[in-house]
């Protein structure tokens, strides 16, 4: 230990276990976000000061094994490796012991230093189980601490755990052994692979050849084409014995293990069927599980709308007298109006028109599904559709993002195995109405012509993202993935947990929206304070007037669309001289102006987002394609309504 009392804990386990939980409850806002070198995967880390120790948390992605099938499993085992963290606390979802201890066997074949939280006892208790927590230290011969992260029980309990094995070390007697055969050639590998300097542990090293893990086997193959050799003859010869393949040996033996210890320490109660059943019963049912999850996201877009209107209304108030206050305090120059519309009004005032009405209030509901278990269900019932378009029931939970923002839906694809999931659902996310969007869909459509006809524009999109789904699924080298994913216990939500989600989904929009809508709101002021948009808009006007059929001032629009999709709508008042669109507009230029927007580019943030998640090229490319989609989509529609309308 180094004399200023310091250490790093990095917190690992399975997807909803609970470890972000911990990690807050630790950490507090003292905390921050980065990328792992060369990956799109955020990696959290925060710092805490306890009893004396200053000891930075690192808060590793949600992972069910080292396959390094995906990203996070890779970003996940470097880290350990090259990162040496001081312990690593492996959270573990108690009331799914046997299949959490699964990852758990992996880690302690990686490193010794590991403390093992049994999170959610409170779930066990309910349930009339008992764990004997004593047995399963000695048998794992690492500590393990019980806890309730969402009320706080344990967290003192899980960080003292890890400062004594900081100090003293953990170097565990034995392994916890497989088959005899099995054991035996793990052994002679491990052995065999000494003093190449591969950096990984022997006898997981020598497990991983055995799996045939891709990323080691290259590494091993580099230093000496003999480990690779030696390798394959034990594979071959495992195969021999069990007639199956050396990695579903291993894997079948690692769950007998998993079973075999969860026997020995967990005394199972008598089943239960209390509410928590009945509803977990109803909300996966292939019938009822539907039905109720189109009334829950029903409800949530009309809550979601009705509370962002009447929040937009208040700040659009409270805009307007700032603007009088401060057009009478500075006068109404064009440097003026510049710093108005470019950075008060159209920047910071911009982006907060968009968060707080409708982002907020969005995420909260989300949260609220989320930390109840209950998006994992919707997730589970969208995973045959989602298959339709070559991707799996959790691209379901983006593509629900995205109807609150772009920005955070495209982040939120990175919960998906693959670079070619994460790109199809990134593509396809961009593509669903965000609450900027609704407010055109509904403030245009469904206001001047019905709610039925928005309600149809909502059931156009998803035809259409289905379609181009099914499309760009087939183009995209590679093929999909099945679903893995943990199904947490329904639970009553935590607000002071529901909150402090909602707030971290919030501030990335902000860190990455706010100063690309301040910038380009800047630019846009200053070029329309010279007169250059009105020669933009004049080149447009072929496309706009004769394609599209709407008036020339509607290439302004969408121009200023790119900056924030609502301006589009904004503008349109102003140039036409009326919120009343159905004074100005025939039924069918409605339809048209609102389905060119629903469609073309969300917005900067978003084209942003994608940059960073995709890289340039990948960005660039779903940029063209959605803007000439939506015009031709346009102009179709234009000349096939104008036959009927």
Request: aromatic letters at 10%; hydrophobic letters at 50%; one cysteine or more.
């Amino acid at each position: 230990m180094s004399p200023d009392k310091k250490i790093k804990i990095a917190l690992a386990g399975n997807a909803n276990v609970g470890k972000s939980v911990i990690f807050n409850a630790l950490t507090g806002l003292n905390q921050h976000v980065g990328n792992w070198p060369g990956k799109t995967v955020e990696i959290f880390s925060g710092n805490l000061e306890f009893e004396g120790w200053k000891i930075e948390i690192v808060d590793l992605p949600g992972i069910y094994s080292f396959s390094t099938y995906s990203i996070e499993e890779e970003v996940t085992r470097e880290f350990i490796v090259k990162e040496k963290p001081d312990v690593v606390v492996n959270v573990v979802d108690a009331n799914a012991l046997e299949r959490n201890l699964y990852f758990t066997l992996q880690l302690l074949e990686l490193t010794d230093n590991v403390v093992l939280v049994l999170n959610q006892m409170d779930v066990v208790a309910k349930r009339g189980a008992v764990i004997d927590v004593k047995k399963l230290a000695e048998i794992l011969g690492v500590p393990v601490i019980p806890a309730i992260a969402t009320q706080g029980k344990g967290l003192t309990e899980i960080v003292r755990a890890a400062i004594q094995i900081a100090q003293h070390g953990k170097k565990r007697r034995k392994f916890l052994r497989y088959g005899y055969e099995i054991e035996k050639r793990i052994e002679k590998l491990a052995k065999f692979i000494e003093g190449y300097g591969i950096p990984y542990p022997p006898r997981f090293t020598a497990i991983r050849l055995l799996e045939h893990d891709t990323q080691i086997w290259s590494t091993a193959e580099k230093i000496d084409r003999r480990i690779i050799t030696a390798a394959q003859i034990l594979r071959n010869e495992i195969f021999e014995i069990h007639k199956e393949n050396a990695e579903t040996v291993l894997a079948t033996e690692r769950f007998g293990l998993c079973a075999s210890i969860t026997t020995r320490v967990m005394q199972r109660g008598s089943a239960r069927h209390g509410i928590a059943e009945k509803l977990d019963y109803f909300t996966t049912h292939r019938v009822y599980g539907y039905a109720f999850l189109i009334l829950v996201l029903s409800g949530i877009f009309v809550g979601v709308f009705y509370i962002g209107s009447l929040i937009a209304e208040g700040m659009d108030m409270l805009f307007e007298y700032l603007s009088n206050v401060y057009f009478t305090s500075f006068g109404s120059s064009e440097l003026a109006k510049i710093l108005w519309d470019g950075l008060i009004a159209g920047g910071i005032g911009g982006a907060l028109s968009v968060v707080i009405p409708f982002v907020l209030p969005f995420y909260i509901f989300l949260s609220i599904l989320e930390d109840s278990g209950y998006l994992a269900r919707a997730a589970f019932l969208m995973d045959g559709l989602m298959h339709r378009i070559g991707l799996h029931g959790k691209a379901f939970i983006p593509l629900i993002l995205g109807y609150g923002c772009n920005v955070p839906a495209c982040i939120g694809c990175r919960i998906m195995e693959t670079e070619r999931e994460r790109t199809l659902a990134a593509f396809l996310s961009t593509l669903i109405p965000c609450s900027a969007r609704t407010v055109i869909i509904l403030g245009v459509v469904g206001v001047f012509m019905g709610i039925h006809w928005a309600l149809l524009l909502y059931l156009l999109n998803i035809i259409i993202v289905f379609a181009i789904g099914k499309v760009a699924s087939k183009y995209l080298p590679g093929t999909g993935t099945g679903l893995i994913m943990e199904i947490p216990e329904l639970r009553k939500p935590e607000m002071h947990v529901v909150l402090k989600q909602s707030w971290h989904r919030v501030r990335d929009f902000l860190i990455i929206a706010m100063p690309i809508i301040i910038a380009g709101s800047v630019i846009i002021a200053v070029l329309n304070s010279l007169g250059y948009l009105s020669i933009v808009n004049s080149a447009l006007s072929p496309v706009v007037v004769w394609w599209l059929g709407l008036p020339a001032v509607v290439g302004f629009t969408l121009i200023f669309g790119i900056l924030r999709k609502e301006l589009t709508v904004v503008m349109l008042a102003a140039f036409l001289g009326t919120t009343n669109f159905a004074s100005v507009l025939t039924p069918v230029q409605m339809l048209v102006f609102t389905i060119v927007v629903m469609f073309y580019v969300p917005c900067i943030a978003t084209i942003a987002a994608l940059w960073k998640e995709l890289g340039w090229k990948k960005a660039l490319a779903i940029t063209v394609f959605e803007i000439g989609f939506a015009l031709v989509l346009g102009g179709i529609v234009f000349r096939v309504l104008a036959l009927f309308m």
